[in-house]
């Protein structure tokens, strides 16, 4: 009974969890802002409607995103940052949800172009991988091999990790986002991706006939 009960606690808790943080960081955030506009309310009566909080929650992600996009704001933001890397703890904090912020919520996918599995550090052991460029070898004979440029992110921290350069023949491609791979790796393999070549139920394997164990390369 005390396990059938601390399974379901914890499932229900992971579940609940990301959803509750979320909504209390927003309800403090819209909070905070309805308090800044009391004044201007009291002042300005007829402004006063429902979801002010939320309109001007808004409005100041808008104008921080019009002002992030000029030089000189660009130059303010940068002065900033450069300030808050040189405070100790918090510059680590600042820069891990600085870069995991930038992999979700940039339109260009300019660092990581798709999620690989590599044998690292020895043949049978795979890790996620990103690709971040290719490139070409030419050897002395007139040969050309193409290589890729991965980042290998550690966990639960993905901002730090490795840079390798393997052929591109041994990459085996995740059939899943960014994202996804990314949420695979900080939760440490407890959350997989959906991806069609990833078989993520051991029964549905077998029954398939395939390995669970060797990912496949499809």
């Not at 955030?29 to 007829?46: C, E, G, H, M």
Request: contains cysteine; hydrophobic residues 45%.
């Amino acid at each position: 009974m005390i396990g059938w009960l601390r399974k379901y606690f914890l499932t229900g808790l992971v579940i609940l969890l990301p959803t509750v943080i979320t909504a209390w960081i927003l309800y403090r955030l819209f909070k905070s802002v309805d308090n800044i506009l009391k004044p201007v309310v009291a002042r300005y009566p007829f402004i006063d409607f429902p979801g002010l909080g939320f309109v001007g929650v808004i409005v100041i992600i808008l104008l921080v995103g019009v002002f992030a996009s000029n030089i000189f704001g660009k130059r303010i933001i940068r002065w900033g940052e450069s300030f808050v890397t040189r405070i100790p703890m918090v510059s680590r904090m600042y820069t891990a949800i600085k870069q995991i912020s930038e992999v979700f919520l940039q339109h260009e996918r300019t660092v990581f172009r798709k999620a690989i599995l590599i044998q690292y550090p020895r043949p049978g052991i795979y890790v996620v991988g990103f690709v971040t460029s290719k490139w070409k070898l030419r050897g002395a004979d007139g040969s050309e091999r193409m290589f890729v440029n991965v980042f290998l992110p550690t966990t639960p921290n993905p901002t730090s990790g490795l840079f390798l350069m393997i052929p591109e023949e041994e990459a085996i491609p995740l059939d899943c986002t960014i994202e996804e791979a990314l949420k695979m790796v900080i939760s440490g393999g407890a959350v997989l991706p959906y991806a069609s070549n990833l078989v993520s139920n051991p029964s549905t394997a077998s029954e398939s006939g395939t390995d669970p164990s060797t990912p496949s390369n499809q």
